[in-house]
């Protein structure tokens, strides 16, 4: 290795380590590149599978040989690391903008000289690149988080493809991963700033709309105001493998506000929580919830857990094993934004849920909408042969309702009802209606 580059690699176990990100940005800020320099976030495609399909010290060789390779790029200039398991970074200066791609698709072709063998013959790597440019007193964290969304870009474009930050196609719409965001979420939680509020779900089948249910949505404290959290922090939990982290927070904190009042219950049909595909597919954290909801000896029917269809299609088989068990302790399941994702019918069958969500797009153009009615229409009726409820979600004026009356759906939230509220408010709302 080359004493002028600076190399930054995570510890052998493979655990993310947010302060190996700080590290690697400090590094880059020590840096000197002159007036501009590449930065380029790598994901190696098929790393996660060398374990398996080649053994652990072909899979710690391969990584070592990336390391390598990044040195070799940055030709001794320039800053190099490991960030998470399958992730890298390199940087090194370049006299203009123009070459930052010639120099992306020189680290894609070095990185794809890397093979290994394997139990199915000989492999190869595969990269996806995001690059960013950096100028002369930039932010680095913002130009590796640049590169990071650029990187995602590139995954979702197919193998070895390279994309600039700002140049893809649809690039405004990549969310950001940046572990900050996850260091913003766990300060709030040490802070005692995060909370739960209820949003009320209405049942509409009456001739009055009545609070039937409610969603706890999560929310942070910032100025004495409850708001949602900031853009972005569920997305990097998600993608760093931390959002079991928020969805047991949310947990403890609606099983144990159940636990302080356990007459609310009585005046409802239900309340609800979300849960992460991620946190869905933890072994762990679904264990541990498995055994708090048991151990809560709550009335049956009356806790539903709210998963998006495709996190649920995604992990089909799984998912719904995960939904039968907690069925059989007393949870009840709702399919979140049905219609969102790879819409079929035939999951509403397959899977064991209770109740369908239907996405809000369709319901934002009921109104005024022939084809958005007709959707909404099939939805509710799949689903009501099938023995489902179905709710509406952002209902937010009376045509809507009238729309949504007339289809026979059976419950509807949004603000034309009531945003969301603190749970002491749900209760107040509860015994005044």
């Known amino acids: 290795m080359d004493a002028d580059t600076t190399s930054m690699g995570l510890p052998s176990n493979g655990e993310i380590s947010f302060s190996r990100y700080q590290q690697l940005v400090n590094a880059l800020t020590a840096w000197s590149p002159g007036v501009q320099a590449v930065l380029i976030y790598a994901d190696l495609r098929n790393l996660r599978e060398i374990n398996r399909l080649a053994g652990a010290d072909e899979?710690?060789?391969?990584?070592?040989?990336?390391?390598?390779?990044?040195?070799?790029?940055?030709?001794?200039?320039?800053?190099?690391?490991?960030?998470?398991?399958?992730?890298?970074?390199?940087?090194?200066?370049i006299d203009h903008t123009q070459s930052a791609a010639d120099e992306a698709a020189a680290l894609r072709d070095l990185l794809g000289t890397i093979r290994y063998d394997s139990a199915i013959g000989p492999e190869c790597i595969a990269a996806s690149l995001g690059l960013s440019i950096y100028r002369e007193g930039d932010d680095w964290a913002r130009v590796l988080s640049e590169a990071g969304q650029a990187c995602l870009q590139a995954k979702q474009r197919g193998l070895n493809q390279i994309v600039r930050y700002g140049m893809g196609i649809g690039w405004n719409d990549a969310p950001s991963f940046s572990?900050?965001?996850?260091?913003?979420?766990?300060?709030?939680?040490?802070?005692?700033?995060?909370?739960?509020?209820?949003?009320?779900?209405?049942?509409?089948?009456?001739?009055?709309?009545?609070?039937?249910?409610?969603?706890?949505?999560?929310?942070?404290?910032?100025?004495?105001?409850?708001?949602?959290?900031?853009?972005?922090?569920?997305?990097?939990?998600?993608?760093?493998?931390?959002?079991?982290?928020?969805?047991?927070?949310?947990?403890?904190?609606?099983?144990?506000?159940i636990d302080a009042q356990p007459e609310v219950l009585d005046r409802v049909h239900g309340l609800s929580m979300n849960l992460s595909g991620a946190s869905l597919m933890d072994g762990r954290f679904v264990d541990d919830l498995f055994r708090d909801i048991r151990n809560a000896h709550l009335p049956r029917g009356k806790l539903c857990l709210e998963i998006t269809e495709t996190s649920a299609i995604r992990h089909l088989d799984v998912a719904a094993e995960i939904i039968a068990a907690f069925r059989s302790i007393g949870c009840v399941f709702s399919l979140d934004d049905f219609g969102s994702?790879?819409?079929?019918?035939?999951?509403?069958?397959?899977?064991?849920?209770?109740?369908?969500?239907?996405?809000?797009?369709?319901?934002?153009?009921?109104?005024?909408?022939?084809?958005?009615?007709?959707?909404?229409?099939?939805?509710?009726?799949?689903?009501?042969?099938?023995?489902?409820?179905?709710?509406?979600?952002?209902?937010?004026?009376?045509?809507?309702?009238?729309?949504l009356k007339q289809i026979g759906v059976d419950y509807a939230q949004g603000w034309l009802f009531y945003p969301s509220v603190p749970p002491e408010k749900l209760l107040q709302l509860l015994v005044t209606q």
């Open 341 to 403: 994702g790879l819409c079929s019918f035939g999951y509403l069958n397959s899977l064991p849920i209770d109740e369908v969500k239907i996405d809000g797009s369709f319901v934002r153009d009921i109104a005024h909408s022939a084809v958005a009615q007709e959707i909404v229409r099939a939805i509710h009726h799949v689903a009501k042969v099938t023995g489902k409820k179905t709710v509406a979600e952002f209902v937010d004026d009376a045509r809507k309702l009238a729309a």
């Open 59 to 93: 899979g710690d060789r391969v990584l070592r040989r990336v390391e390598q390779v990044l040195v070799q790029w940055a030709a001794g200039h320039g800053v190099t690391g490991r960030l998470w398991s399958n992730e890298f970074v390199a940087a090194k200066a």
């Open 179 to 257: 572990p900050l965001a996850v260091g913003e979420f766990r300060q709030l939680l040490r802070d005692g700033h995060l909370c739960l509020q209820a949003q009320p779900i209405m049942d509409i089948s009456g001739a009055r709309p009545r609070i039937a249910k409610a969603e706890f949505l999560i929310r942070m404290e910032r100025n004495g105001v409850q708001m949602p959290l900031a853009a972005g922090v569920i997305e990097a939990l998600e993608h760093y493998g931390m959002v079991s982290e928020l969805d047991r927070y949310t947990a403890s904190y609606l099983l144990d506000w």
